[in-house]
């Protein structure tokens, strides 16, 4: 059987997510009459303490939905390099809201509210594009899972509010933060505008994210999403698994936080390995040395069942979930630990 640890999406529903899928009450979300989808948004918007919330298909429509809600098509947003609506969701924040980025050279995805405020176009000078949005990112996806301390996210706010900013949070993995950083899901509600929440990650549901914000920039949203065409009718099978996930799937996201930890710990160690990024969550980001090649290594990998990603400029990433599990853990430290 392969080791899949490409990505935490790769995840099947557990026996009792499947029972949950298949004994949930449904309606036509469109209509907005299914109770399950409704029970689920909320959940997720009392959870953050925001007003509201809408359940969409993917993360990156939730981001995109976010994005347009936020922005005026000349406008400028601010994002660090790395960010996920800038390097993965198809050039969208171009094709769907006529707005650019403004890339921020940050540490590991993560930016500074010193960093964001450099950054901003005096709004006077209208030779340069308006800024009007802050997309933030935790954890951080190409930065290796980093996650932010809450007090820098205080300072972002506090600049966003000081400019008249939106602070949207792209929140994909933000459950690993918080169970990682023992952190109150109400404190991102209460200093970001936006969150977007995925359920198809490390809470294993077969799709689906929520985007929980204040009232008036939600006023539009179910608009935008249907013009994105994520409009979905019985979908209360998968706000059920959502359910099922918040209910029985958080906590054990430790565990994914613990084999990362011991997995880079080993990393560390070993001579062909150059350098392994901070592991703080379900992500590890590490880089090969200069002797070995990334093509080698994942082939060596494959021809032992298994599977890691490549993310360009020599970064190898490897990423633990829910169908990972104690077995193929042990095994994989005995491959690592005796590799060449
Ligand atoms: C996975 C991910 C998303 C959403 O991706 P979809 O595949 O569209 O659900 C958004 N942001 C980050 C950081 C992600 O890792």
Redesign the pocket.
């Known amino acids: 059987m392969i080791t899949d640890l490409r990505s935490d999406?790769v995840t099947k529903p557990t026996a009792g997510m499947m029972d949950a899928i298949v004994n949930a009450k449904t309606g036509d979300d469109v209509y907005k009459e299914d109770p399950t989808v409704n029970k689920l948004e909320a959940r997720m918007a009392s959870m953050f303490g925001m007003d509201e919330a809408l359940f969409f298909p993917?993360?990156?429509?939730a981001?995109q939905a976010a994005i347009k809600l936020h922005t005026n098509p000349g406008e400028q947003l601010i994002c660090d390099k790395w960010a996920?609506?800038f390097n993965?969701?198809g050039g969208g924040v171009s094709f769907n809201s006529g707005v650019s980025c403004r890339l921020i050279d940050g540490d590991r995805g993560m930016i500074t509210a010193a960093q964001i405020e450099e950054a901003i176009n005096p709004p006077d000078f209208y030779h340069s594009p308006l800024t009007s949005l802050v997309c933030l990112?935790n954890t951080?996806?190409k930065g290796g899972g980093a996650c932010y301390e809450l007090e820098e996210i205080e300072r972002i706010h506090k600049v966003c509010s000081e400019h008249g900013l939106g602070l949207h949070l792209?929140g994909?993995?933000l459950m690993n933060a918080i169970v990682a950083k023992n952190q109150d899901p109400k404190d991102f509600g209460k200093l970001t505008d936006s969150i977007?929440i995925?359920f198809?990650?490390g809470l294993g549901t077969p799709l689906g994210?929520v985007l929980v914000g204040k009232k008036e920039l939600m006023r539009n949203a179910i608009r935008i999403r249907k013009v994105l065409g994520g409009g979905m009718r019985q979908v209360g099978y998968m706000a059920a698994a959502a359910l099922y996930a918040l209910e029985n799937q958080v906590d054990r996201l430790k565990e994914d936080h613990l084999k990362a930890r011991e997995i880079s710990e080993l990393l560390a160690k070993k001579d062909y390995i150059q350098h392994v990024e901070p592991t703080e969550t379900n992500i590890v980001i590490f880089y090969l040395s200069k002797d070995l090649s990334e093509t080698k290594f994942m082939n060596d990998l494959l021809e032992k069942q298994v599977r890691i990603s490549n993310m360009g400029q020599g970064k190898l990433r490897i990423v633990t979930h829910l169908d990972y599990t104690d077995e193929m853990h042990a095994r994989l430290l005995g491959i690592l630990d005796n590799y060449k």
Do not use: F, I, P
Request: hydrophobic share 15%; proline share 0%; with cysteine.
């Open positions: 999406t993917t993360g990156s429509m981001n996920h609506v993965y969701e990112e951080t996806n792209d994909a993995r977007s995925c198809s990650k994210t």
